[in-house]
């Protein structure tokens, strides 16, 4: 086991030392989309130019489905002419169901969306936005080829640092405020993570482990993937996955514990907004037909048939697993066990309520600029509403 020096402290990354996890829910094949709420409303957290589409909506337009081969495929509408000032069709889904600490999620895909205008992500957030933390699994913009893994806490302390991970470290403060919302990044080294090279080769499989010892991510593409995890199961080991992409250990200052409350997953893919959509970022993989400005993305994207017809904008999902470190599986001793967790799963389960949370998922590292993204403003009156609200929620 590597030893690693934060300041004065040294102490293990103790991924390593929890042992099993059981498993204790599957989305997959025919029964995939049971247990996710779809969110139905404007995408009034990331301001992108997108309609969340409600369950009904989603499988009448064939947007959410099984497909032939029993993947889940989650897509935006690239068969509606938009008309100017109006929004796109996409899907936006999230576990009714917390999951606690002491809990693995896995997830393994064999396309991820991408496209200039498209932002994926695959994410965790707490029931109060940003209080109860938020952590960014899958996250891309545009024609990015490398995933970005983002923590998101509203309590101060949680700092990012260099702790053996094989992610680059883009930015280190984890705290949300009512300011700043970046959060703590790592950039993902590995080819193929995200975008069309991610696709070709057969997809991947992306593991969270959630824990009091921290916060740790691993990406392995579909070559790559450990036999443990490919002919599993009913449990994984997470000690035997070396070291991870992105690593947010729990130090003094950053309790994990209180600062991410169980989580429910999410799964959307909104287009242009406060990320993909401001100029300086979507400039720097995507063509500009005309004077770049705020509304680039949208006019050269989303109006019309769509461009170029976001036939590459869907996940292919093959399952989404969540395992659990209980009682049963504890091997080593209580002080590191996440005790209670596996009591508090039935307890934290909710009636479903998805939009209850304010959640702007996540920023680039260009937020600074003052680029407020007043693309929004072009939008409905429905939409400028939301999105007044939203930008006196975030600046
Ligand atoms: C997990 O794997 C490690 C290293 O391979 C091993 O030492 C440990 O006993 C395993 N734990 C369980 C519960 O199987
Ligand atoms: C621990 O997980 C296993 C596998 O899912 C399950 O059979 C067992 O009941 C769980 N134990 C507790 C205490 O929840
Ligand atoms: C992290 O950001 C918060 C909020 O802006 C700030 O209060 C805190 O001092 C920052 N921490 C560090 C180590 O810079
Ligand atoms: C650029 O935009 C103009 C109209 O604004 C359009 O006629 C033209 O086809 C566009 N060119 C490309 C390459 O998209
Ligand atoms: C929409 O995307 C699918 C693939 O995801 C593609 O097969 C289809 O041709 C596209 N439709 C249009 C109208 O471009
Ligand atoms: C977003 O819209 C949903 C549904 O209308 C609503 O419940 C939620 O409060 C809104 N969130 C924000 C941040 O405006």
């Known amino acids: 086991m590597k030893i690693f020096c934060l300041g004065l402290l040294v102490f293990p990354l103790t991924h390593g030392v929890l042992g099993a996890y059981n498993l204790v829910q599957e989305y997959s094949g025919q029964s995939f989309f049971e247990g996710?709420?779809?969110?139905?409303?404007?995408?009034?957290?990331?301001?992108?130019?997108?309609?969340?589409?409600?369950?009904?909506?989603?499988?009448?337009?064939?947007?959410?489905?099984?497909?032939?081969?029993?993947?889940?495929?989650?897509?935006?509408?690239?068969?509606?002419?938009?008309?100017?000032?109006?929004?796109?069709?996409?899907?936006?889904?999230?576990?009714?169901?917390?999951?606690?600490?002491?809990?693995?999620?896995?997830?393994?895909?064999?396309?991820?969306?991408?496209?200039?205008?498209?932002?994926p992500?695959?994410?965790?957030?707490?029931?109060?936005?940003?209080?109860?933390?938020?952590?960014?699994?899958?996250?891309?913009?545009?024609?990015?080829?490398?995933?970005?893994?983002?923590?998101?806490?509203?309590?101060?302390?949680?700092?990012?640092?260099?702790?053996?991970?094989?992610?680059?470290?883009?930015?280190?403060?984890?705290?949300?405020?009512?300011?700043?919302?970046?959060?703590?990044?790592?950039?993902?080294?590995?080819?193929?993570?995200?975008?069309?090279?991610?696709?070709?080769?057969?997809?991947?499989?992306?593991?969270?482990?959630f824990d009091v010892s921290g916060v740790y991510i691993w990406f392995w593409s579909r070559a790559n993937i450990p036999s443990s995890i490919s002919s599993s199961t009913t449990s994984v080991?997470?000690?035997?996955?070396?070291?991870?992409?992105?690593?947010?250990?729990?130090?003094?200052?950053?309790?994990?514990?209180?600062?991410?409350?169980?989580?429910?997953?999410?799964?959307?893919?909104?287009?242009?907004?406060?990320?993909?959509?401001?100029?300086?970022?979507?400039?720097?993989?995507?063509?500009v037909n005309g004077t770049a400005g705020l509304n680039t993305c949208y006019d050269n994207n989303v109006i019309d048939n769509g461009t170029p017809a976001y036939a590459e904008a869907y996940f292919e999902i093959s399952y989404v697993k969540v395992f659990s470190l209980n009682e049963t599986s504890t091997s080593t001793s209580s002080s590191t066990s996440s005790s209670g967790s596996a009591s508090t799963l039935s307890s934290t389960s909710t009636s479903g309520s998805p939009t209850s949370s304010s959640s702007a998922s996540t920023t680039s590292t260009t937020k600074a600029s003052g680029a407020i993204p007043i693309v929004q403003l072009r939008s409905t009156a429905a939409g400028v509403f939301a999105a007044m609200l939203t930008l006196s929620l975030i600046f």
């Open 36 to 119: 996710w709420d779809f969110y139905g409303a404007y995408d009034n957290t990331t301001l992108g130019d997108v309609f969340f589409v409600t369950e009904q909506t989603a499988t009448t337009l064939h947007l959410a489905y099984v497909n032939s081969a029993g993947n889940a495929i989650i897509r935006v509408d690239n068969t509606t002419s938009v008309p100017s000032n109006q929004k796109r069709n996409s899907v936006y889904i999230s576990t009714a169901t917390y999951f606690p600490i002491g809990s693995v999620f896995i997830i393994d895909l064999s396309h991820i969306p991408y496209g200039c205008s498209v932002w």
């Open 121 to 209: 992500a695959f994410w965790t957030k707490g029931a109060d936005w940003p209080t109860d933390g938020e952590i960014d699994i899958i996250e891309t913009v545009n024609l990015v080829n490398n995933n970005q893994y983002a923590l998101h806490t509203g309590y101060n302390g949680c700092v990012a640092t260099n702790v053996g991970q094989t992610g680059t470290l883009a930015n280190a403060n984890c705290t949300s405020t009512a300011t700043s919302d970046v959060g703590c990044t790592f950039q993902e080294t590995q080819a193929n993570s995200v975008g069309s090279g991610f696709n070709s080769a057969g997809g991947g499989v992306y593991a969270t482990q």
């Open 237 to 287: 080991n997470t000690s035997s996955w070396g070291s991870p992409s992105a690593a947010f250990p729990a130090t003094d200052s950053c309790d994990i514990s209180k600062f991410v409350a169980p989580q429910q997953l999410v799964l959307d893919i909104t287009l242009c907004g406060s990320w993909a959509g401001l100029a300086s970022v979507y400039q720097e993989t995507c063509p």
